[in-house]
């Protein structure tokens, strides 16, 4: 971060919070942090937690997910999707994604709805929000919860709908990796629910809203998933300039998506209008991906393969028994996609040139 007046803003944050009668507990710029974000998403409820991956734990929990329940969960994502639901005692029952959009792809979900199913979780991939229209229709009749994982997609929206506008629950990470990211590990749930709020404000202070007070009752059983009043410090002053950094992200990834089309055997990710897409990472598909890496890596630029195994081949989920073909579109995915770069601070001249290696590599020998 660049500017003066942000750093100095922020380590005054931080003295402010070490002089603080609530330091460690919940301070106070937590509890603004959280207003401002509630702000900014038009969303009423938002309870910061001290991972993306606490805040699947804790929604799923909220959503009365027990032992033995199933939830739906799609083949491509970060681990901690369906491992929150594994690590409960839950069934995380994959589904495969769409060839389209890498999102889960609502016509499979209803064949794996059965009488366990307690909820689904729908991935919004590289900043593109799933279908969450067809999700919530197909949830509202089958009586089941919806969880949103918005780790990638913190300023995107359907169909003018932000995150946490479809799902009961939504979930965010402040990894420093994302759009909205601070420095070190961080989350919250957004929910418009009153009393799913009530539930995981309980859950993630020992099962007590008076848990500083040694020697009192515990009404449920909870844990210690805190967000840092120091990350929230960070967030707070890059609240300030996420719309700025999102513009660019944005700029980024339409200059891949006009430059790169009809270029070798690439795959573009489609861009329907009712999806207002934050820009996180630009996907293609290629046989040579590769081999495009590596050209790219030579030239200083961090192009990423995301997601190589899908989620049903983890040896950590061997034993629901999915085999090689159980789910074609997400395996194509692992071994196509290269995530591009597009990253707010890389200029314009820096993304053609992007453009510039990978045209090349597709150039006719001489």
């Known amino acids: 971060m660049k500017d003066l007046f942000s750093q100095f803003k922020i380590l005054l944050s931080f003295w402010n919070i070490l002089k603080s009668k609530d330091f460690p507990w919940e301070n106070q710029i937590v509890r603004?942090?959280?207003?401002?974000?509630s702000d900014y998403l038009e969303i009423p409820h938002v309870l910061g937690v001290a991972s993306?991956?606490?805040a699947l734990i804790l929604a799923l929990?909220?959503?009365?997910?027990?032992?033995?329940?199933e939830v739906i969960v799609p083949a491509i994502s970060f681990v901690s999707t369906a491992g929150a639901v594994a690590w409960i005692g839950?069934?995380?029952v994959f589904i495969d994604i769409e060839s389209a959009s890498f999102n889960i792809d609502p016509q499979k979900v209803e064949s794996a709805v059965t009488p366990k199913t307690k909820a689904i979780i729908a991935v919004h991939l590289n900043g593109r929000m799933a279908d969450m229209e067809a999700i919530r229709q197909l949830a509202d009749s089958k009586a089941l919860m919806v969880v949103e994982d918005?780790?990638?997609?913190?300023?995107?929206?359907?169909?003018?709908g932000s995150i946490g506008y479809y799902g009961d629950?939504?979930?965010?990470?402040f990894n420093p990796t994302k759009v909205f990211g601070g420095c070190g590990d961080g989350g919250a749930i957004i929910t418009k629910n009153a009393e799913l709020a009530r539930k995981i404000s309980l859950f993630r202070t020992y099962g007590s809203p008076r848990y500083q007070e040694f020697g009192i009752n515990h009404p449920i059983i909870g844990t210690a998933?805190?967000?840092?009043?120091?990350?929230?410090?960070?967030?707070?002053?890059?609240?300030?300039?996420?719309?700025r950094v999102t513009e660019k992200t944005r700029q980024n990834y339409f200059l891949y998506s006009e430059l790169l089309k009809r270029v070798g055997d690439?795959?573009?990710p489609s861009n329907p209008s009712e999806y207002f897409i934050n820009g996180y990472r630009f996907p293609i598909l290629s046989k040579k991906r590769d081999e495009l890496r590596l050209l790219l890596k030579k030239q200083g630029f961090d192009a990423r393969i995301q997601y190589n195994v899908p989620l049903p081949y983890f040896e950590a989920f061997q034993y629901l028994g999915h085999k090689k073909g159980d789910f074609p579109n997400a395996e194509k995915l692992a071994n196509e996609v290269l995530c591009l770069p597009t990253n707010y601070r890389l200029a314009e001249e820096e993304v053609k040139e992007v453009i510039r290696i990978i045209k090349k590599c597709f150039a006719p020998a001489n």
Request: aromatic letters at 6%; glycine letters at 6%.
């Open 61 to 69: 929990k909220a959503c009365d997910v027990k032992p033995g329940d």
């Open 90 to 92: 839950a069934k995380p």
């Open 225 to 243: 998933s805190h967000l840092s009043p120091f990350q929230a410090a960070i967030l707070d002053t890059k609240l300030r300039s996420v719309q």
């Open 52 to 54: 993306g991956t606490d």
């Open 32 to 37: 603004d942090l959280e207003k401002k974000l």
């Open 150 to 160: 918005a780790a990638h997609a913190f300023g995107s929206k359907y169909k003018g």
């Open 169 to 173: 629950l939504a979930c965010l990470s």
């Open 266 to 268: 690439l795959v573009l």
